[in-house]
């Protein structure tokens, strides 16, 4: 009996049709642990994103555009029909698919309040009935062979990262308590807190001690425990956490600051705390049944404060970051003149070039693991923006001349997260044209200069313009914010999307990616990918990017006579920059290889019309 | 007595502390008849938007930034202090000045049901008790001496513009309300009835007859009447109009489509039309008088429908708008030949040149009217981006090098309103840079290419980018949607504010202006605008724009080396555009003047190096 069967069968004795059940956890991590991994345990989809109805006799699996291949050839399409992502679509499912008067399942801990507010308005209007508590039948079955939960330790974050102290941080967050008028913090999100906290732990780490290089995706952790916190205007923040994984050195310093409490206890010591205050928490990243005890206890206001202190980076961070990328860049440099050479006398896989990128970046002593997994893609695989290479579909790079290598690493203080793109072979014009558009697209957005508070949507389009005069388009966001050493993953992104909850102005401070490409379905994709520090520019008001990643744009995939003067001069000054920023820490082939493609960006400079 | 003292006399029977009165009418419109005129009457204020607190001793101004100046010139300040826009402003004025348990008095009828629930909002949170009625204090003050309501005749407005019937419109609302489960649709905007039931008014042409050149301002209308429609999903749709002011003709056609009905007759028609039935409404469009009958006889849902059609035109009204900016730009052609002489040998003043053009126009028959006040503006003047010059501030021409003039006339099919800037003297390299800045930003928004349903807020930076490049910027939106023969403003607008009701996304059918400026304050300003219709270009799937005004640019006013090649190539192409398209109609001096205006933007493109 399948897992999917198995909860089908059991359906009956809990009174309700069909159970939904989503891909998130209680914390809403973007990434959630082995352990909370119910939907690929029912269905064996393991997309980062979606969501499974199961009914008594069929079930439905609910993802988004670029899921909907990988779900059919995942799940048993006999029993698990593949549907479009979103409340309406499982509305829709339900509404053909439950009697009247049936009822749903729903685990009220595994949505966020605001996601699961809109699904029961839904709901209402289409009279299905709902079960909403804070368990699930998947978690009564799933007992053997669950993973345990991470046990890596977790170590107070020096303020020569951090920036600002626990103290400070937490003052400020008092303080803006006080000035709208609340009484209580409710820190939902584990990465909230271990910015508020200046905590990290050795997740990373520890996946870089398995030495795993070929598949880092499954080992991947945000270095964060799962946590939560509650900050009162008066009186200790407490912290909700397991005791027995914090360092001995960090107990000590949180004494008097910070007291640390059983996560066993947090919804009483919640409710105790909530009751008849005025509570600020994220809605967006609170979920529905802590969402809950507050409105019983109190008022909850949303704030997503804490989210957007955090974007904006301490100058301690700004220069972490700086390190970091350098650090990493120099890695990612050695792979590709690697590379380059390796393709022309052997083959190479897409596998065998993720596993060696990490090697490099393992070999830096202040590299602490991945940051994510690593997209390594040629030829139709390249054409799926978020492709991870995997035994079963792992291509030889020697193939196709296009290949791009999506990667990053955790350092203390900085976060990379980078996409070179290079020629593997011999380019065509159609693989040049769009890697050229695409590279005028990240120079316009690296090259803006804006009024601070400038939405991030509305940069989007400078980094889509030069594909768009060709008809072209690329299907994700141009960019996001990016953490501490902790998620690549932040508030702000740069997306079309104007009421997407993570569009916000851009200030100061604040780290996003760069990263415009082109995918043609089926036959190849392109994409680079740099981090951008918006910093004040020289005209009072007025913001700029700061290009922190240290990484070369392929000559060879450059159409020269699609760049203007000032592209063309930016790109030489930039490549020429990189070769005396790595000259301290790259010599031999690699700065040799390095030099070679500063003078084809010299000569495409100089070849131009004065 | 002044009429606010006379006002603040009688309050005390009123029962309230305090009058709310905002510069809009019970229809929302944008510009108030003369006999709506509250604000102007009751403080001397006639900026186009505002709102004043009335207490029994003190009384405040709420206006935005570009009337502080004028406010504090034109109230008695003694009794009258000015504040910023908005409810914020209101509530934290009302704290100070009203005791705890005194009411302000507002009249429901002449703010939305949007704006009327968010000041309730903020009332409630400050505590300030409120009496909501359909009247107010003024109109029971007001009554000698108060103007008449327009008496202009309304029309039947022929298909050969409107494109579509008025009874294919109102199927399509129909339909509309249909597919969504609503039942009944309420018109409150007159400019929306009058779209849909294809119907105009003279008061245009009632303007032009009054031949008052000078100031079109106090005599511009749109030419539509106050009136407004109910949709029911059965039934005749009924129209609430003056029927004393119809056409014979129109009453005709009406016949067995739309009832007429007696606008007195409103209010109790709606609740009975509207008891137990779902209401589509466009709340940011309909009173709060109105939502509160909705509501107390059925349910209120938000509908802007019928402001979204019209914003998508009809072949018909785009081939009447290519016309209609021809006949227009032919004038304002004229316009700039005749000015750039007559400057040289004379004085011409502010005033004159608005004149002077209004003239112009007036000559071609197709041409039936302003379409807003005429903004003709020199030196300091030119730096109030919504300047509209006066016997008290009209300034020589000849005193600074730098003119602009944003006017526009109606015609059958088509709207006008466009802003051409030149140099009348010898430019300094301030005013040529900035100019050349928003030209380039002009270029950028005109020759954008882009998916269908781009959002309007992402268009916004391409027309700012060049200028904020030189740490510049302008202070109003790059643009709006025009409409046909009807108010020059319309959704969607292109500007930065991702949170404006009026952002929307562009569809292949929508015209909007195309207007970037820059203003030194104190010192110049400039500006340029057209306006472009959204069409599919060759690629599919992707909108580009035609401009449809046909103005030429100043070539003493640009400087090439702030030009790209792409950039130089297009102004002379469209500059020769522009003499072709205006060969069988123009001819001696202001051809000849066209033809050295384009032969200057050849010299440009071809000095380039190749």
Partial sequence: MSNLTEVQSRLPQTGCAALLMPSSDEYLSEYARPRDRRLPWLTGFTGSIGSVIVGRDKAAIFVDGRYTEQAARQVDTDLVSVCGFGSVAQVAWMRSNLAPGEKLAVDSRLHSEE??????????????????????????????????DSRSTVFDYDIRYAGLSRQEKIAGARARLAERGQELLVVGDPEDVAWLLNIRSNDSRDTLAKRNFVDPVSQFRVPVPLSRALVPLEGAARWFVDRSRLEHSLIEVLDGTVEIMDPAAFDAELARLASGRIVAANARRTNHHLAGIIRSAGKLVHDPSVVAARGIKHENEIAAARAGHKADGAAVVRFLAWLLDAVKVGPVTELDAAERVTQLRAQNPLYLGPSMSNLSASGPNAAL?????????????????????????????????????????????????????????????????????????????????????????????????VGNFLNIHEVPHIRKEIDHPAVAPIRAGMIVSNEPGYYAQGDFGVRIESHILAVPSRFDGFLEFETLSMLPIDPALIDATLLDDAEARWLADYHEALVEGYRDTLDGEAMAWLESIADAFHAIANARPK
Same sequence: chains 1, 2.
Wanted: glycine share 10%; proline share 7%.
């Fill in 115 to 148: 996601e699961l507010s809109r699904l029961l308005d839904l709901l209402r209007e289409a009279r299905i009935e709902i079960e909403l508590a804070p368990r699930n039948l998947v978690d009564d079955i799933w007992r053997e062979g669950r993973p345990e």
């Fill in 385 to 481: 923006p978020h492709y991870v290479p995997t035994p079963a579909t792992n291509r030889l790079l020697n193939d196709h001349p296009v290949y791009w290598l999506d990667s990053g690493g955790q350092y203390l203080g900085c976060s990379t997260d980078n996409t070179v793109c290079f020629a593997v072979g011999m380019p065509e014009p159609k693989h040049v044209t769009a890697h050229t558009l695409a590279v005028k697209g990240w120079l316009a957005l690296g090259r803006a200069r804006f009024p601070e508070g400038t939405q991030s949507t509305q940069l989007d389009s400078f980094a889509r313009q030069h594909l768009w005069q060709h008809g072209m388009d690329f299907g994700h966001g141009t960019g996001h914010g």
